[in-house]
Each structure stands twice: as C-alpha cells, then as structure tokens.
C-alpha cells in the first residue's frame, strides 16, 4: 500500500509499505480520511519530536472503515465508520490512575510511534484495541467530519480546564480550525458575547458564521480596547489563546478582567520563552490553564456532538487531496488558506 512515512526532520517520502493484516485481538481500517494538523506539519519540518519514531507512517486525525477484525475482537463489524482517539493510554501510571489518561506517562500516539492515517489502511494494534481506542461514528457523517473528532475532543479537553459559564465574554485569538471549534463550543455552552481576533476578513467572516459575536483585526484595532469597550472596561470573562505565537500571551493577560480565565491552548515552539508582566496575573488573581490532548471520554463527546450537528465539522473541511498529492495538501496546509485538508487514499 501507499504510505506517507516519516524519515527524519525534514524528510517525509511516500512509499510503497506492507498492507497491514489483522492479528488476534486488531483490527485493520480501510482510511477514509485522515485531516491534516499543524503538528504534523512540525513532526515533518523537525520541530516536534518528543515521541515520534522515525520511519512511522504520520497522520492522528484518523477516520475509516473497518476492513479487517483479528480474532476475539468483538463490538465491531467489516464496514463501521469509526474514529480513533489517537493516544493509547497505559492504564496504571499517576495520571492514568488519577483520571488524566490523556497525559499518560506511557502513551503512544497514531502518527507519532505507531502508523497513522495517511495511509491506505491503518492497523489498529492490541492494545489500542483494548483501550478502547476506535468510536463508531453516526452513519450519515463523512469520513472527513469523523477526522474532527480528534481536535474537537481537545477542545473540549481545554474548555474543562478554563471553565467557561453561561453568559460569560469570551475572547478567542486566533480563526484557525482550532479557534473555530472553540468558538463553536462557547457558543454551544452558552456565552453571550464571543469576541475573535484574526488578522483579515476572511477569517473573521468564517468565525461571525460559526457563532462570533465580534471580530477584530489587531492591524487595525487596539484589541484591548476594543474588548474592554464590549465588556464595561472590565475585559472578557476567559481569553483562549489559539496561534502559537509568545507575544499573544501577554495580550491574553491584558484582556482578560480579575478572577478571570486565560487558557493557552496553542502549541508554542519548543525552547521558546514569553515575556510576560506577572503583576497582571497576581494583582488580577487570574487563572491560566493549558489544553492539551484528548481523552476517551471527551473524544467520545466529540463525535457525539458531531453526529447531532451541535458542532458543524462540515463548515472546517475545505479541502480534499489524494493521497498521491500529499505534498499538495501539506502545501495547502502551510499556505494558510485552508481550514481543514482532508487526504484520501483515492479521489
């Protein structure tokens, strides 16, 4: 089969690899859709490598069909849609036996250590098997709506964390995919003024479509002012931070009021530091979270809220490639123009 496979920082080939078969207890997709993140993007250029083998077949944002059952898997039959929540938790370390499995000691991830998606078929090994890692979707999404589930599941990770409540102002910087579903899912909990900032009009459009109260343009605005001109001078409620650039931490402090919540939820580039005033975080007694990672249980949300169109998955799937145009599409990635690229085995 046809495989994007990971040689090292800067080199990523397609090859032809084994096709998978499932042994006892895996299980073999068939990809449906495998959408492409900003951090494979990292994996690919070197600038994430914790975790990552090189000679793995990349792609985490999985979707496809069951092709193959091994022998005593159970639950599942030859063409379910399903998901799968990339990280293989080990079950027994601290923060798995604290409730925090997506932060295991021991994980391995799909696209990092073990074969992801931007592949013909995908084996789903034993353990992720035992883990529960697969999801069967609702029938009538596509394969690229399925693929969503792994950021939205977190979202929903990083929302637990700043806690928003109903009524509350929100400000989210950044229109990418990532600050969209955040917009999407205060919407959904109900805040009653959601506030994007994102550089040109494009952007804030999609982010007023999917739920945003008021956009603005730090080119052309003071994005301070203009929030604290929404909010009685007071700043929002929670500032959620979704473009990994250090700077933009510091603006988050700033429009945020007391007891407020700002949760960086972006990956910033490894070693890099922000300088920040603490004096906004002590005096204001502020709350900073991080978000980071999906759980089983919010992966299963996802999907679920998905399937009920609580979350328009659609509205983020702008592209589709075959996987022979891989370089196109990570190309489309980097080129900012896109929102979500999905890529398939065929077209």
């Known amino acids: 089969m046809k495989a994007a496979v990971f040689v090292g920082p800067g080199q990523l080939e397609l090859r032809d690899v ?34 990552v083998r090189p000679g793995v077949i990349l792609g985490h944002e999985i979707a496809g069909y069951v092709h193959e059952i091994g022998a005593g898997v159970e639950g599942y039959s030859e063409g379910d849609l399903v998901g799968i929540n990339p990280t293989v ?3 027994t370390c601290f923060y798995c036996r604290g409730g925090a499995e997506h932060l295991c000691e021991n994980a391995e991830l799909f696209g990092y250590k073990i074969d992801g998606g931007l592949a013909e078929y995908v ?19 596509t394969p690229a709506e399925v693929s969503l589930g792994e950021p939205l599941g977190c979202v929903l990770n990083g929302v637990a964390n700043y806690q928003p409540k109903m009524g509350d102002t929100v400000l989210i910087i950044g229109a990418g ?73 510091q603006q988050a402090l700033e429009c945020t009021r007391p007891k407020g919540h700002v949760s960086a939820f972006a990956g910033f580039a490894k070693g890099s530091l922000a300088e920040v005033d603490p004096n906004l975080i002590h005096y204001n007694e502020l709350v900073v979270t991080g978000g980071s990672n999906t759980s089983r249980a919010n992966y299963e949300k996802a999907l679920r809220l998905i399937g009920e169109g609580a979350v328009n998955a659609k509205a983020l799937h702008t592209d589709t490639y ?26």
């Open 18 to 51: 084994p096709t998978p078969h499932a042994g006892a207890g895996e299980i073999v997709l068939k990809t449906g859709s495998n959408t492409v993140c900003g951090t494979d993007v990292r994996i690919m250029k070197g600038e994430k490598s914790a975790g």
């Open 89 to 91: 938790s080990c079950g």
């Open 123 to 141: 084996l789903i090994p034993q353990a992720a098997v035992a883990r529960r890692a697969l999801y069967k979707a609702a029938d009538h999404l």
């Open 177 to 249: 995919p990532i600050g969209l579903l955040h917009v999407m899912v205060n919407k959904y909990l109900g805040a009653s003024q959601i506030i994007v900032s994102n550089t040109g009009e494009d952007r804030l459009a999609q982010a007023r479509e999917l739920g945003a109260t008021a956009t603005v343009d730090p080119r052309n605005t003071d994005v301070k002012e203009y929030v604290r001109s929404l909010t009685q001078g007071r700043g929002a409620d929670v500032t959620v931070v979704c473009i990994g650039r250090n700077e933009l931490f």
């Open 322 to 347: 075959a996987l022979d145009d891989l370089f196109a599409a990570l190309d489309r990635v980097q080129s900012g123009e896109a929102l979500k690229v999905s890529v398939v085995p065929e077209l």
